[in-house]
């Protein structure tokens, strides 16, 4: 999946995209079939995930770790980043933000639940998401 493919899995998560039974993008059915099939293999890839335990009266930010290596960040109140990430073990990975290298071990990943501790300097921040539910659409933000 390359990055004209992450946006238009955040446009459809906006609710902007509308399903389609064929393959994104004109893929052959047989790529289509070996992705579904790393999903399976490594349930944080290429799933759209939204932070749970941030402030309860804002919308959750959202990641979504494409299997090409890019970094879907959002939120409804911000512009969305991409950004380059890699698998460095079973249980950590890291990504590019803003020209730092963040680093994060994954306490556990299940299909509907990921929990990351994010090594913040000398912190450790432990941050929780679920899967994202569609349809789903960004409520109206007061500016």
């Not at 493919?5 to 289509?32: F, N, R, S």
């Not at 730092?100 to 929990?115: F, R």
Request: charged share 20%.
């Amino acid at each position: 999946m390359d990055t004209k493919a992450a946006i238009i899995a955040l446009l459809t998560v906006w609710g902007v995209g509308a399903t389609a039974t064929a393959p994104a993008l004109g893929q052959d059915t047989e790529d289509a079939t070996d992705d579904a099939g790393d999903d399976a293999d490594n349930p944080l890839l290429n799933k759209v995930w939204v932070r749970s335990d941030a402030d309860p009266s804002l919308p959750g930010p959202m990641q979504i770790f494409l299997e090409d290596g890019t970094l879907v960040t959002d939120s409804c109140w911000e512009t969305y980043r991409l950004s380059k990430w890699q698998q460095v073990s079973e249980t950590a990975i890291s990504w590019d933000e803003d020209g730092m290298t963040i680093n994060a071990d994954i306490a556990s990943v299940s299909p509907t639940e990921l929990v990351l501790n994010l090594k913040l300097g000398k912190d450790i921040q432990e941050q929780h998401f679920v899967a994202a539910t569609v349809p789903y659409l960004c409520p109206d933000m007061v500016k």
